[in-house]
């Protein structure tokens, strides 16, 4: 099968470490034998105002898809009013996306795009050209997709060849209430793990190969560095451990934790990020929102105890008996939650043995088989309709 997936969130030259949950389901579907192009319209003032490198217009590796660049005017802090701002995005990105589909040369079987911004600028896109449109919502809050998909317009004429996959129960629920018409074509797919990457190692083996001390108990906290990921939250709670754990933070960000008990702190390449994972004694991740975490699948596909936040987002996979739940705004429960998994190695290899069994059901194999069951019935639905 011909699949073009777009994103606004994918690695490239100028921005290596984004995306990178989307390239390992890209590298999948070509593991399994499809052709994938990427489309990955690039914002042209974000590079500009951050410094970054402009990407190329179209990137060729023997071991990577096919991958456009397109700039796009992304000037939401530039226009004042927010309609205005979220038109012109749309527009723009559609035409970067569009100008990339046509040549395309044959046109792909299924378009598949990765949040809302994408969905909503490829809908006429699609439309227009009678190609089949999967569209993944994963947003961490229905409010940024109230930003950007045109509920009204879809209720009203719902298109016949696209529909929703969301990584959530949640989401689901929320594009139900919000496009009725469109309910048998909202679709729940779980986000999934590379198992072939992300696999349980000896922790002494990863740690050396990393030059980190082999003796000491180690947390890991992936994701960026802000207030709704809580890295600094974490670094309180180390701090109220007084020393028995460090921390390694993988990831980036404005929050940046320091000081004596932060081992490792910055972005590593994904690649390297189940070596990270391995060399850790358990995982903390104390998200105030999430679609679902990414994140968290990886570290369960590694065997990591998990210390995660007491949230409807995560209690639609965990539950106390396979993680412990903590009050994610609170250090101290954070911190006790770490300690009750740490107690004893028989408490610590319960929850990493209950982590690795249930990652089993979470992997990206599973989640393309689910994907490509979606398409075969939008295409028996579009059959039927004519």
Known sequence: MRIAVVTHNYPSPANPSAGAFTR????????????????????????????????PALEERSAEPSTWYPSFFHLHRLIPWKRAARAQVIHSYRRAAAGCLATMDPLPDLVYTHFGLSATTLLPISRRLGIPLLMNIGESSPEYLDSYLPYAALERNPPPQSAF???????QETLCQRIPSMTDRIWHLPNGADHKSFHPMPRTLARKKLGLPTEGRLACFTGSFTERKGPLRVLRALESLKGEVKGVFLGQGPMQPQGNLVLHRGAVHHDEMPLWLNACDLF?????????????????????PLAVSDR????????????????????????????????????????????????KALCLESRLEGMLDCYTRLQQRRRGAA
Not at 27 to 38: A, D, E, F, K, L
Not at 165 to 171: D, E, F, N, P
Not at 327 to 352: H, K, T
Request: hydrophobic residues 45%; proline residues 6%; glycine residues 4%.
């Open 312 to 359: 409807p987002f995560n209690r639609e996979f965990l539950d106390p008996e396979r993680a412990v739940l903590v009050n994610p705004e609170s250090p101290l429960d954070i911190a006790e939650g770490m300690r009750r998994i740490l107690q004893s190695p028989a408490s610590q290899e319960r929850y990493a043995r209950q982590a690795l069994e249930d990652s």
């Open 165 to 171: 996959i969301t990584v959530s129960r949640a989401l």
């Open 284 to 304: 903390v991740l104390p998200s105030l929102e999430e679609g679902m975490s990414n994140a968290i699948v990886e570290a369960m596909a590694c065997g990591l």
């Open 24 to 55: 390992a389901f890209v590298r999948v579907m070509r593991r399994s034998g499809h052709t994938v192009q990427v489309i990955s319209p690039v914002s042209w003032v974000r590079n500009r105002l951050e410094g970054l490198r402009r990407a």
